[in-house]
Structures are given as structure tokens and as C-alpha cells.
């Protein structure tokens, strides 16, 4: 059986103020990308854009506040993510410490993404589990439409 993790690296000082990687970084990270999406472990990343071209976005009570970046504390901000599929939690580890060597280090947090298995089916019955296999098939052909 394997897992699904979701990978985010955090944002840093230079992420922040949107300096570019330099070409080498480039070249070594997407050699990694593709070796991870030919063996089948990565299902998806992105790098995202510093926090000044983000916003945050919060329901309490019914009221509903926006707030624009850029946010203050970069270490709670993310730079990229990844969804991997491995084997185990220790795998998505060494995945994510390859990771951070290529981008010349770091700091990344995995969660692993709740499967339809990990639920009671009184919880989660099979007709939903079905459903929302059968979105996320969808969501991978939107995806490869682009």
C-alpha cells in the first residue's frame, strides 16, 4: 500500500523578496523533478510567489476578513509543495531531504493526505469513497488538460 504526502517548503528571506534561484539550482531541481515523476512518487508541485502577492482568508462567526499579503513571519509562509506517493513516512523524508539539498537547504513539513481507508465506512461508506476516486480522476484530467 502506499501513502500520499504533502510536502511544503517554507519560505525564507530570499523566497520572500522573489529572488530567483540561480541556473544551476534550476537545471539540478528539475533533473530531480523528473526522476521523481518518471518513478511515479511525484504527483504534483508547484512553486509559489512570495507572500506580497498573497492573501489570507478567514470565516469566524459568520464574517468573513481578507487580509493581503505580505505576511510577517516568513517562516509560516510556504514557497512550494509537492504531493508525493512513497511507501512510507521514512521515504517521504529522504524525499524531502533530497529536496533541500538540491535547493541548498531549508526547512520542509510532510503531512500525510487522509485516504478513503483510513475511515470507519459508517464514517465514510464505500459510495462516497467511489464519488470522491472518481473527482480526483477528474481533477488529474482537468490537470493534464493545461
Given at each position: 500500500m502506499t501513502l500520499r504526502f504533502l510536502c511544503i517548503a517554507k519560505s525564507d528571506e530570499k523566497t520572500e523578496a522573489g529572488v530567483l534561484p540561480d541556473p544551476q539550482m534550476f537545471t539540478a531541481m528539475g533533473e530531480f523533478i523528473e526522476e521523481m515523476?518518471?518513478?511515479?512518487?511525484?504527483?504534483?508541485?508547484?512553486?509559489?510567489?512570495?507572500?506580497?502577492?498573497?492573501?489570507?482568508?478567514?470565516?469566524?462567526?459568520?464574517?468573513?476578513?481578507?487580509?493581503?499579503?505580505?505576511?510577517?513571519?516568513?517562516?509560516?509562509?510556504?514557497?512550494?509543495?509537492?504531493?508525493?506517493?512513497?511507501?512510507?513516512?521514512?521515504?517521504?523524508?529522504?524525499?524531502?531531504?533530497?529536496?533541500?539539498?538540491?535547493?541548498?537547504?531549508g526547512e520542509a513539513e510532510i503531512y500525510q493526505v487522509y485516504e478513503a481507508s483510513d475511515f470507519p465506512p459508517e464514517v465514510f461508506p464505500p459510495e462516497e469513497a467511489a464519488r470522491e476516486e472518481a473527482l480526483r480522476a477528474e481533477m488529474q484530467r482537468n490537470a493534464a488538460k493545461r
Open positions: 515523476t518518471k518513478s511515479g512518487v511525484l504527483l504534483a508541485t508547484e512553486g509559489l510567489h512570495p507572500s506580497s502577492k498573497a492573501a489570507r482568508v478567514r470565516l469566524a462567526d459568520g464574517k468573513l476578513s481578507v487580509t493581503d499579503g505580505p505576511f510577517a513571519e516568513a517562516k509560516e509562509v510556504i514557497a512550494s509543495y509537492a504531493l508525493i506517493e512513497v511507501q512510507s513516512k521514512e521515504e517521504a523524508i529522504e524525499n524531502v531531504a533530497r529536496f533541500l539539498k538540491i535547493a541548498g537547504g
